[in-house]
């Protein structure tokens, strides 16, 4: 079993935003990513929180990312809010372009955030959540650097494409799923890998083409979309959405225009926010928590992200377990 540390989520954030800064980023983007980290750790959700650091790092001591950049809005139309990030990372654009996506979906019923000029490194749900949270349901999508093949063939061509969506409820948290077009995020095998940990079949291929369940295999081969031909339908359309809609790159440009410091490339995001009192039904809302109802009646049905949201309290109370090799090297990166 892997050695580990024990931190708080404050002790976690604190690390993050140190590292960060004395790599290049102004308090703000520090702020902004760390937020993004932790709230990952917070969920329990290894493969999305500080795990990324050292990439995010990467990317700032290579001059990719602009540590300091400053997101820049505009409403282009009634319905579409434009976000360039300057070249920055994502979170921060995210936040700034928030408040304008929530206030044009409430105005049209529905808009949509194009989001540019980006590296985007995190998980989707906390930007889906955060619509959420303000009574609107919302999508987001983001494409990467090649990873997947597609149904058929046995060379990358899409990125592990995640998607989320999320939709409110009237108490408690609201239901949002996070999924990567992949039969895993590349995060999840790459820890894997670290921890020596089998993966299940299916998952990826080896660089012969071969199904394999070892980790360190798959990684220099290539993953495989979920459910064959559907899976790779849904990465097409991440792919389209995401770059194609947006003037942003596909995968495979993405990859073509990467300086391969490891950390995330240039691309965009996609986010629609949709207002579903403005839909024509006054009582949708009891409508769907009584379809939420009737499914949890089920047995062995959960709502996706449940775990995730059960996890909060606990580790907000108890704290959270790093790597204890991906923590020296974090102390190494601050420079400490």
């Known amino acids: 079993m892997p050695k580990t540390v024990h931190l708080s989520l404050t002790e976690g954030h604190a690390l993050a935003t140190a590292c960060l800064k004395a790599n290049g980023a102004d308090e703000a983007n520090a702020k902004a990513v760390a937020d993004t980290m932790i709230a990952a750790e917070g969920d329990g959700c290894k493969s999305h929180g500080l795990f990324r650091l050292p990439g995010y790092v990467a990317a700032l001591r290579s001059g990719k990312v602009d540590g300091a950049a400053r ?16 070249g920055g990372y994502a979170p921060l654009a995210l936040a ?29 749900w906390p930007e889906v959540e955060g619509l959420c949270e303000a009574g609107l349901a919302g999508l987001a999508c983001t494409a990467y650097m090649p990873a997947v093949a597609p149904a058929g063939a046995r060379k990358a061509f899409f990125g592990t494409n995640p998607m989320s969506f999320g939709w409110p409820r009237r108490d408690g948290p609201p239901m949002v799923f996070d999924q990567a077009s992949a039969t895993q995020a590349m995060g999840e095998v790459m820890i894997a890998a670290r921890d020596g940990h089998e993966l299940p079949p299916g998952v990826g291929l080896d660089a012969e083409g071969k199904p394999s369940t070892d980790p360190n295999e798959v990684l220099k081969g290539v ?114």
């Open 71 to 86: 997101p820049k809005v505009a409403r282009i139309a009634p319905g579409v809010v434009r976000v360039d990030a300057c």
């Open 96 to 124: 700034a372009g928030r408040q304008p996506l929530i206030d044009a979906a409430r105005e049209q019923g529905i808009a949509a955030m194009a989001l540019v000029r980006s590296h985007h490194f995190a998980a989707l």
């Open 223 to 336: 993953l495989l979309p979920f459910g064959g031909y559907k899976g790779s339908a849904i990465a097409m359309m991440v792919e389209l959405l995401a770059a194609g809609l947006l003037g942003e790159h596909f995968s495979y440009e993405a990859a073509e225009n990467d300086n391969k410091d490891g950390g995330p490339p240039a691309g965009g995001e996609f986010l629609l926010a949709l207002d579903p009192s403005r839909f024509g039904d006054a009582g949708w809302m009891d409508h769907c928590e009584a379809f939420f109802e009737r499914l949890l009646a089920l047995d062995g049905t959960r709502l996706p992200g449940a775990r995730r949201h059960e996890n909060r309290p606990r580790i907000a109370a108890d704290g959270f377990d790093l790597n204890a090799e991906l923590h020296e090297k974090i102390l190494g990166l601050c420079g400490a």
